[in-house]
């Protein structure tokens, strides 16, 4: 199993950045897939999650309005996109799959069977 995140970048204070996550080994419709970053100094922490379907989508309150998950199955790929970016953005964001979508649980680390390696995006004030 791979995941592979892509797209990160230097960026202005109020710019846009698309995270790409392409997976491949795995039946990614089966799959939830979640976004969580770190930032230097920090632990890693929950961006965003979108379950199998596409339809169910969830945020932690610091991206909520602003990032964009989505996910194309048919081309075993899921996104981040990326608005009104602030230097506390600054991380290096991970992209997770889970066999099992829980609210209750999705904030979870250990609950994530398979990670990619990492896509730095660093915002500039």
């Known amino acids: 199993v791979q995941l592979q995140a892509s797209g990160g970048g230097l960026v202005h204070t109020g710019g846009s950045l698309k995270l790409s996550c392409a997976a491949s080994g795995l039946t ?9 970053r770190q930032a230097p100094g920090k632990e890693r922490e929950f961006v965003a999650i979108i379950d199998w379907s596409g339809w169910g989508t969830s945020y932690s309150d610091s991206t909520r309005g602003r990032f964009t998950i989505s996910r194309d199955n048919a081309k075993n790929s899921a996104y981040l996109q990326m608005s009104s970016l602030k230097p506390e953005d600054t991380a290096v964001y991970y992209c997770a799959a889970n066999q099992f979508f829980s609210r209750a649980t ?12 990492g896509t730095l995006v660093t915002v500039s004030s």
């Open 106 to 117: 999705m904030m979870n680390r250990q609950e994530y069977q398979y990670w990619g390696q």
């Open 28 to 36: 990614f419709s089966q799959y939830a897939l979640a976004w969580f």
